[in-house]
């Protein structure tokens, strides 16, 4: 990362456009971890890596009790706006600022590779899980299981590190996943996999959503916003529709154990 800019600052550069076009992608993923927590009403839920809140909402819409937390302060703002009534907060996973044994559900989602100390940012996750609760964590698929992959590789070309992959992959390998949450104490952990497919009406529009990640933020930082919107459109072409929309299917994997 940057000297001039912290893992919020990436994140949280563009958080309506993260709000508005890249997080309704994940729809079908918060779906399915929610049911993986049996989250519904009255369950005392953390969102741990809530960016504009979308988890959150629907999260709300079953009438749990939302805690969110975020490192984007411009993330959580927004998420502020989303989620009335829940406590919304700049926290990062390894350093949460709430009591042992306070949730009945915990999500993470996508956000477990970013953190530096993977096993003090699982062991913190778990710390705030009630004993009997889930927590439940997702994290990109294998590299051929994601369309997505084509604009990472892109970017790597683009900036000459064609070997390197992106943190997305950080664990994106069979066993890993679990392996992980069960070293971290949970039992029962059980892996599942659903596709989250990324549709935009235009690249234009698929382009304002995935700037809207951190990583490609870095990417803009280090060889500047019009190659890198040059390398994502470029590989967008193959998934391009005769109406020019952008369809890109991305099997996301998550993995929930109970404490």
């Given at each position: 990362?940057?000297?001039?800019?912290?893992?919020?600052?990436?994140?949280?550069?563009?958080?309506?456009?993260?709000?508005?076009?890249?997080?309704?992608?994940?729809?079908?993923?918060?779906?399915?971890?929610?049911?993986?927590?049996?989250?519904?009403?009255?369950?005392?839920?953390?969102?741990?890596?809530?960016?504009?809140?979308?988890?959150s909402?629907?999260?709300?819409?079953?009438?749990?009790?939302?805690t969110?937390?975020?490192?984007?302060?411009?993330?959580?703002?927004?998420?502020?706006?989303?989620?009335?009534?829940?406590?919304?907060?700049?926290?990062?996973?390894?350093?949460?600022?709430?009591?042992?044994?306070?949730?009945?559900?915990?999500?993470?989602?996508?956000?477990?590779?970013?953190?530096?100390?993977?096993?003090?940012?699982?062991?913190?996750?778990?710390?705030?899980?009630?004993?009997?609760?889930?927590?439940?964590?997702?994290?990109?698929?294998?590299?051929?299981?994601?369309?997505?992959?084509?604009?990472?590789t892109?970017?790597?070309?683009?900036?000459?590190?064609?070997?390197?992959?992106?943190?997305?992959?950080?664990?994106?390998?069979?066993?890993?996943?679990?392996?992980?949450?069960?070293?971290?104490?949970?039992?029962?952990?059980?892996?599942?996999?659903?596709?989250?497919?990324f549709?935009?009406?235009?690249?234009?529009i698929?382009?304002?959503?995935?700037?809207?990640?951190?990583?490609?933020?870095?990417?803009?930082?280090?060889?500047?916003?019009?190659?890198?919107?040059?390398?994502?459109?470029?590989?967008?072409?193959?998934f391009?529709?005769?109406?020019?929309?952008?369809?890109?299917?991305?099997?996301?994997?998550?993995?929930?154990?109970?404490?």
């Amino acid at each position: 990362m940057p000297d001039t800019k912290s893992t919020g600052d990436l994140w949280g550069a563009e958080a309506k456009d993260w709000a508005e076009i890249q997080e309704p992608t994940s729809i079908p993923l918060w779906d399915a971890m929610l049911d993986a927590t049996g989250t519904g009403a009255g369950t005392a839920l953390l969102d741990a890596g809530c960016a504009a809140g979308g988890a959150s909402v629907l999260a709300q819409k079953r009438g749990a009790q939302v805690t969110a937390v975020d490192v984007a302060a411009n993330s959580v703002a927004v998420a502020e706006t989303r989620l009335p009534g829940a406590d919304v907060q700049v926290a990062s996973v390894g350093d949460l600022p709430f009591d042992a044994d306070n949730f009945d559900a915990v999500l993470c989602v996508n956000v477990i590779q970013f953190v530096p100390d993977t096993a003090k940012g699982l062991a913190d996750l778990v710390r705030v899980t009630k004993p009997g609760g889930k927590l439940s964590v997702a994290i990109f698929g294998a590299p051929d299981q994601v369309d997505e992959n084509a604009v990472f590789t892109a970017i790597t070309d683009l900036l000459g590190t064609p070997d390197a992959q992106f943190p997305e992959y950080r664990f994106s390998k069979p066993g890993m996943l679990t392996s992980l949450l069960s070293d971290a104490g949970l039992r029962d952990v059980a892996m599942a996999e659903v596709n989250t497919p990324f549709v935009y009406a235009d690249a234009d529009i698929g382009w304002r959503g995935q700037r809207s990640a951190g990583s490609i933020q870095e990417a803009m930082d280090k060889v500047g916003a019009d190659k890198v919107e040059a390398a994502v459109k470029g590989a967008f072409a193959r998934f391009a529709r005769p109406d020019g929309s952008i369809h890109m299917n991305n099997i996301m994997w998550y993995a929930t154990g109970t404490k």
